[in-house]
């Protein structure tokens, strides 16, 4: 029997992309967390993964994520070729099975009984080809009403993954019933579960039909199911992306899809993926990525590397050269703002050295010196007690809101293309080598009307300089 929804045979892909990791700091923060990162390749990790679950076999997907990553999203889509079914974005985090669950009724809504496949979007698996033959694996199951998991067959005893017991051996890569979930276990327990043959690393992946992952809600984990409800009902259009409703979303409990659905739900599978991933859950990830080219000595950027091994060295800034000497198991990263070093069996610790800096209010533990926006990026070049000093890129088309400010006033010198001033009522086009002055309080607005980027000098010059003194008239991104 066709089951509603079905008819298209189309897998429904799932992208979250809401975290903020903090172990590959400092090339991934709070503002601009690794899956947007190039960390592997010319591509971010949330792009591959978008790649990786399109094509044929696959719709349009739903990313699922924040409102200060909503335009980056679109733009690395865009950049890609890819338009997204839709972009949900969550008023505040509550992990994983609300973002699901979200997802799940959006599509169960358009289109009944329809096939889903969830997955991060910050995993790196070089080989789309043998994961899209895993996904058909479980397709089938799924489509039966089983809900599938993906496993990656382990190849050492790690400590720092869950596992998934299978009830049997797989023997061909087909599905294989799911016994339990194993929390991240102690060395010599990972051992034996690899001795095993029976053990999968599990990868978060998971493959349902629309429907069934609703009624297991309903059964499992009955408190999320009329919040989420609510707030896909009373979501509300902005631009391209659809804001789940906030009041809704407040009652929301934060809470794994693991511990909500998959460890307590019936009729689980597992597929075995034996093609190459990792999480890259740190800077040893990253140095064992680049070790697989045949050197212990990974050098990622404008480095050189004189008598060291087992190391990495990265700088990203093509203006800033990283030499190490004579290092040995060292991770050392340069960025224009923040360096890491470290002994590589220690990166993991990363994480805390964020959290103190968080403690002492370093601002270079969630931010970077530039700064990303829907109509192109600002750098900080200079700061002082009563001015501060930015590079502002426009892109092509773009434009910034009509706004004022009560604490500053500002000149803004063109450097390369032509911009369109607004300066209360007056309107001009301002060349390169030309500058304008915008006086405290006054309304004004930036616009590109060019085809390539246009960068600016702005001088800012008061008493306060913070994002938060902009009072917003006009947006054309509609932001507050």
Request: contains cysteine; glycine residues 10%; hydrophobic residues 45%.
């Amino acid at each position: 029997m066709m089951v509603a929804g079905q008819a298209s045979g189309l897998i429904h892909p799932v992208i979250l992309c809401g975290g903020s990791g903090t172990r590959l700091w400092p090339v991934s923060r709070q503002s601009f967390p690794k899956q947007f990162s190039r960390l592997v390749g010319e591509e971010s990790l949330f792009q591959a993964t978008a790649r990786r679950l399109s094509g044929e076999g696959f719709a349009a997907p739903v990313v699922v994520t924040s409102a200060d990553f909503r335009f980056v999203v679109r733009d690395q889509l865009s950049a890609i070729g890819i338009t997204p079914a839709a972009v949900l974005i969550e008023p505040a985090p509550r992990n994983t099975a609300p973002a699901v669950l979200a997802a799940t009724l959006w599509l169960e809504q358009r289109a009944p009984g329809t096939l889903i496949l969830v997955a991060p979007s910050d995993h790196l698996m070089p080989d789309p080809a043998s994961f899209r033959l895993a996904v058909a694996a479980g397709a089938r199951q799924a489509r039966a009403g089983g809900i599938v998991t993906f496993g990656i067959t382990p190849h050492t005893p790690e400590t720092g993954y869950g596992y998934l017991e299978l009830a049997s051996a797989p023997a061909d890569g087909s599905a294989v019933p799911l016994s339990r979930f194993v929390e991240k276990p102690s060395l010599a327990a990972a051992t034996a579960m690899v001795a095993s043959g029976r053990h999968l690393w599990n990868a978060g992946i998971f493959l349902f039909r629309s429907d069934v992952m609703i009624s297991s809600f309903a059964s499992l984990a009955p408190g999320l199911l009329p919040p989420v409800t609510r707030a896909i009902d009373a979501a509300k259009p902005d631009l391209t992306f659809l804001r789940l409703a906030p009041a809704a979303w407040d009652e929301v409990d934060a809470i794994s899809i693991d511990y909500a659905i998959m460890e307590r739900a019936a009729g689980l599978w597992a597929v075995p993926y034996g093609g190459g991933w990792t999480d890259l859950g740190g800077w040893a990830a990253i140095w064992s990525e680049g070790a697989g080219a045949g050197t212990d000595v990974v050098q990622q950027g404008p480095v050189l590397a004189l008598d060291c091994r087992d190391s990495l060295l990265r700088s990203e800034d093509e203006g800033l050269q990283l030499v190490g000497i004579g290092l040995d198991g060292i991770v050392a990263v340069a960025m224009p703002d923040a360096v890491l070093v470290a002994r590589k069996a220690d990166a993991q610790r990363v994480k805390d050295a964020v959290e103190a800096m968080k403690a002492q209010k370093v601002a270079q533990a969630t931010a970077f010196r530039s700064d990303r926006r829907p109509w192109g990026w600002f750098e900080t070049l200079a700061t002082g007690d009563r001015f501060k000093v930015k590079r502002i890129v426009v892109l092509p088309g773009a434009a910034l809101s009509l706004q004022s400010h009560r604490h500053r006033a500002e000149h803004w010198i063109v450097v390369e293309g032509t911009a369109r001033v607004t300066v209360g009522e007056a309107v001009s086009l301002v060349s390169e080598n030309q500058s304008v002055y915008i006086p405290l309080g006054e309304k004004h607005r930036l616009e590109n009307p060019g085809g390539t980027n246009m960068v600016l000098i702005e001088v800012q010059t008061g008493s306060y300089f913070g994002e938060d003194d902009i009072i917003r008239y006009e947006d054309i991104y509609a932001r507050q």
